[in-house]
């Protein structure tokens, strides 16, 4: 299946999955437009998502009551869930805005495994950004971050970081928000040609080779 979506939506521009525990499996989802998960939305759910292209999709910025601009996922989404990630590639996936990431996964249910992707040149600030106390398994992807300042922003304590290629960031492979966001285990990843340095640790980090 190809799906391709070039009207504005606020959740899920290529597919929205809420409540679901779907599998989607061998499609190309691109230039989908939207503000949260442009390519893929995933909330509160439990699906495989494997062997899909998820590419050029847009993250559309909108003026919250505070008057700050957001965007979420433009390639995909994933808050309060589970579900398997693996063997998807992404690329051309873009956030017009500063905090935005090209992988956005969210809140304390979100437990998901994302492995054995390949992403690159997805332009946006973060390429996979985890919040909201998410606890996802990020394990043997390939990651080269062409046009983005960083790989990976952790900005909770829950996530691990495992036996990732890191490559090509414009400052950082890996980056925390503050000193209460220690990931539980960052091992085994190989970082190359990252712009000012691999891992910038704001707290007590153990990384392990």
């Known amino acids: 299946m190809t799906s391709t979506n070039s009207n504005y939506t606020i959740y899920g521009g290529g597919i929205c999955l809420s409540n679901s525990d779907a599998t989607v499996t061998e499609n190309l989802i691109s230039g989908n437009k939207c503000r949260t998960g442009a390519g893929i939305f995933v909330g509160s759910s439990e699906p495989f998502i494997a062997d899909n292209i998820i590419s050029g999709n847009n993250g559309l910025s909108i003026y919250s009551v505070g008057g700050a601009a957001s965007s979420f996922g433009a390639g995909l989404y994933c808050g309060n869930s589970g579900g398997i990630i693996t063997r998807n590639a992404f690329t ?70 495992v036996n990732n290629i890191i490559a090509n960031s414009g400052t950082y492979g890996i980056t925390e928000s503050t000193s209460g966001t220690d990931p539980i285990t960052v091992a085994f990843n190989l970082f190359f040609n990252n712009g000012i340095g691999l891992y910038k640790d704001e707290g007590n980090t153990t990384i392990s080779s």
Request: net charge negative; proline share 4%; aromatic share 6%.
């Open 92 to 161: 051309g996936n873009g956030i017009p805005v500063s905090g935005g990431a090209a992988i956005y996964l969210s809140d304390s249910g979100t437990t998901c495994e994302f492995s054995n992707n390949i992403l690159y040149s997805n332009p946006s600030t973060r390429v996979i950004r985890c919040v909201s106390s998410a606890a996802p398994m990020i394990v043997n992807n390939t990651l080269f971050a062409e046009g983005s300042s960083v790989a990976i922003n952790i900005d909770t304590s829950g996530a691990s970081v």
